[in-house]
């Protein structure tokens, strides 16, 4: 394992990895007088000389889906299809069908779809427009769509998207005649599976229980036939008993975990018999090699689904179901259950944070020092601490944070307390915490919580001030574009222009064209303008190749 990343955990590991791969802030950028202009030409300049710095096939998604909401699909298609040398770009197609029916260009999602020449792909785009139809009433229109879907695996999606649109709505009866639907398309697979998950969500919330345990029997029937063979139907029962245990009814849940219990019993009980045999094999005749070849049963219960089940409720679930939830899977933990190796330590991470998040630390941090791994029993700390703060207890989740040797882990724990105290609004003693983080990355990351709190309280220069210390660029341009949509139109193009500075133009995407009408088309027009002259025979353009961005500095 890579070192440092089970304490920082994969997403803080990979963020700090790349932000120190970019290095520090340059000297100077944090000075007053730096891109001072509040005016839209300077912003859009500033945009134009960045506009390469962010490459690959994600950039060019995001900026695509950016230019749809804009209200410009025509040029977010010629930016797709622009991308030469890359596979997929009729995949991104779909995504902008998406995207343009959740901005309401109904018409230009449907233009978009219809415009696909893979028949795949567009019943693909028109099963992802079908719910945009539906949310803007016409439910008939949907309808309508979902019968021209073409191949026949893409119907239950059609239909049960379009019942959950409709049952968002509050027509509920309409809602379940459509998942009915769906579950009448759909065939033995995943797909039969997910829409009789969204048809026994839409039946409870309409009062039919009788009907929701139904549709919910026929998925446990699913996974029980289809074992570990069926792709994604550990995530469908997960769903299931998620559902069900949010609701106080565990009787699946209890069921399932006999199952899990009795295979890991069984396989224990194997491999020791079969130690037991090979030891008197040896002991008959040492120069015999003597191999017994069982075929191990498959259970009908993939283990995973206990781990997964409680990360799915950790956060959703009442305190009694959760406690509930602990006892039961910490009786699957006893030394004589036979869950050892991933599946035992993927059981005692869930149950441990579930712990946590519902306050009960000293069960939680007894289980943590089982681990014998040092760096995973600093990580798995690390992470109570977050949980704990996430329930609230600020108070104990610092001092336990103060209390991890492991100088990785701290650093995580403590950021994860500055951020929660931020969210409550308690940015004084959020700010004061934040010289407690070992780390010099981590606690620049912190400050970035502490900026946004303060932005929401009211307080754009302070947040400002508090933004330019942060070390590391292209952190501190996450922190100032948080400032962005909080800040009046001057101040928000002058912090977007010195956030694209130093971080790119991605960090302020979301909100540019709300601040600079044409900013989001500046980055297309020069993106595309440096694919044309890259390409022979399409004439001239803006200059080829990478251009560093405004700090200096290529990507």
């Known amino acids: 394992m890579l070192k440092g990343l089970a304490q920082w955990g994969q997403d803080l590991y990979w963020t700090r990895i790349g932000d120190q791969r970019l290095g520090l802030a340059p000297p100077g950028s944090g000075d007053p007088g730096l891109l001072r202009s ?31 909401r804009a209200g ?10 622009s991308g030469a040398g890359r596979s997929g770009p009729e995949e991104d197609l ?19 779809a219809e415009s696909l020449t893979d028949r795949a792909l567009r019943d693909s785009a028109l099963v992802a427009h079908i719910p945009a139809v539906a949310r803007a ?15 026949p695996h893409n119907w239950p999606r059609a239909w049960a998207g379009l019942a959950k649109a409709v049952a968002d709505g509050g027509d509920l009866p309409a809602a379940l005649g459509y998942a009915a639907r769906a579950v009448e398309c759909a065939g033995a697979g995943a797909e039969s599976g997910r829409a009789l998950v969204t048809a026994m969500e839409i039946a409870h919330a309409a009062g039919d229980h009788v009907l929701a345990g139904v549709f919910a029997d026929r998925v446990e029937e699913l996974v029980r036939r289809e074992g570990r063979k069926g792709t994604g139907q550990r995530a469908l029962l997960v769903a299931v008993l998620a559902f069900e245990a949010r609701n106080g009814d565990l009787d699946r849940l209890d069921a399932v975990l006999r199952s899990v219990a009795r295979a890991a019993a069984a396989r224990a009980a194997e491999e020791a018999e079969a130690a037991a045999a090979g030891s008197r094999q040896r002991d008959a005749d040492p120069d015999v090699l003597c191999l017994t070849i069982r075929a191990r049963p498959s259970p009908h219960f993939d283990a995973r689904i206990v781990p997964e ?19 039961r899977v910490e009786e699957l933990l006893r030394p004589d259950a036979g869950f050892e190796g991933f599946e035992g330590f993927a059981l005692r991470e869930a149950v ?67 951020g929660e105290l931020a969210r409550r609004g308690e940015t004084a003693r959020a700010e004061a915490l934040v010289p407690a983080i070992p780390d010099r990355w981590g606690r620049g990351e912190a400050l970035i919580d502490v900026v946004g709190a303060l932005a929401r309280q009211g307080e754009p220069e302070r947040a400002e001030d508090l933004a330019h210390t942060i070390p590391h660029g292209r952190a501190r341009a ?20 010195r956030a694209v500075f130093l971080g790119g133009w991605a960090t302020v995407l979301d909100d540019l064209e709300e601040i600079a ?27 080829a190749g990478t251009a560093p961005g405004p700090s200096g500095r290529r990507p």
Request: overall charge positive.
């Open 72 to 81: 410009r699909p025509a040029l977010a298609v010629e930016l797709v299809r």
């Open 38 to 68: 509040g005016s839209t030409p300077c912003l859009l300049t500033v945009l134009r000389l960045a506009a390469h710095q962010e490459r690959g096939r994600r950039s060019d998604s995001d900026l695509a889906a950016a230019l749809v």
């Open 352 to 418: 441990t944070l579930l712990l946590a998040r519902h306050g009960q630390v000293e069960r939680a941090t007894a289980l943590a020092d089982r681990i014998d791994d040092p760096d995973l029993r600093a990580a798995r700390k690390a992470g109570v601490v977050e949980a704990l703060a996430r329930s609230g207890d600020t108070d104990r989740a610092e001092a336990l944070a103060h209390a991890l040797a492991d100088r990785r882990a701290r650093s995580r724990a403590l950021m994860a307390v500055v």
């Open 309 to 327: 089940l409680l990360e799915a409720v950790a956060e959703s679930a009442d305190r009694d179901v959760a406690l509930a939830l602990a006892d």
């Open 94 to 112: 779909v995504h902008l069908v998406r995207t343009a029916g959740e901005a309401g260009d109904l018409d230009g999602a449907r233009a978009l």
């Open 137 to 151: 009433g016409d439910h008939e229109g949907a309808a309508g769509l979902a019968r021209t879907v073409r191949y």
């Open 478 to 497: 996450r922190a100032l574009a948080a400032l962005v949509e909080r800040s009046e139109p001057a101040r928000a193009r002058r912090l977007a222009a």
């Open 517 to 543: 009408p044409g900013g989001i088309v500046a980055i297309a027009d020069e993106v595309m303008s440096g694919r044309r002259a890259r390409t022979p025979g399409t004439g001239g353009g803006a200059t």
